[in-house]
């Protein structure tokens, strides 16, 4: 089974929040834009997915992930992340009406294609699953099977919400690329740690943090 992936990008500008104690103002754009490259370039290298739809309305992330070969399609306006993920799925659909549809983070810039894959395959057993961040608190993949709802409930405490909304947590180990987001300074950590891809390895490269930057 292949996958839609869609990844959501909110605008640059006001992106990774979070990061303050670690990256500057004028670093923290660049650091969204990294993550989310490499995110992107590691998933359509990945055997289960077909293709890569991005929904955002931010110019220059929209250039620059349709230079990798995502698609790229506005969000839903006024609408918050939810209604532009189920609006992005419905597009999608539109052209793949029986394609099974994943949304996945845009912040996963250790993400290896094996264990994406893994996830994946997992999730094509259940109508609709979802994957734990490493923090077990958030949600880094929300998937479905053709003919099924997205009905994505990010936020606050989404594990819990998409629980309680019938989707199936995926219980899985060694897939810790594919959980771990990055939200603070200790998280960029981690994920240098595990090894990220060229684009944040040059943005983080910026930064005073020691240990490997790069996948090996």
């Given at each position: 089974?292949?996958?839609t ?5 909110k605008?640059?500008a006001r ?15 660049v ?11 590691a998933a359509?290298?990945c055997?289960a997915?077909r293709?890569?739809a991005?929904?955002?309305d931010d ?35 539109v ?14 810039p250790?993400l ?7 996830v ?6 259940f109508?609709?699953?979802f994957?734990?961040d ?5 949600t880094?993949?929300?998937a479905?099977?053709?003919g099924r709802e ?7 405490d989404?594990?819990v ?6 989707a199936v ?19 960029l950590?981690?994920a240098?740690a ?12 910026r930064?005073l ?8």
């Open positions: 089974m292949q996958w992936l869609v990844i959501p990008v605008p640059l992106a990774k929040s979070r990061l303050s104690g670690t990256a500057g103002d004028g670093l923290r754009p650091l969204a834009l990294a993550f989310a490259q490499d995110t992107v370039a359509l290298t055997p997915v293709d890569v991005v929904v955002t110019a220059l992330a929209g250039r620059e992930l349709a230079a990798l070969g995502a698609r790229i399609v506005s969000g839903e306006p006024g609408g918050g992340l939810n209604a532009a993920l189920a609006h992005a799925a419905g597009v999608v659909r052209a793949r009406p029986q394609s099974p549809v994943a949304t996945l983070n845009a912040d996963l250790a290896r294609p094996a264990e994406l894959s893994r994946l395959d997992a999730a094509a057993e109508p609709r699953a994957l734990p490493a923090a077990e608190i958030g880094t993949v929300l479905v099977t053709p997205l009905r994505p409930a990010f936020g606050i989404s594990r919400r998409h629980r309680a909304s019938g947590e995926l219980g899985l180990d060694e897939v810790d690329s594919v959980r771990q987001d990055v939200d603070t300074g200790a998280d950590r981690t240098l595990l090894g990220v891809g060229p684009h944040t390895a040059a943005a983080a490269a930064l943090i020691p240990g490997p930057q790069g996948r090996q």
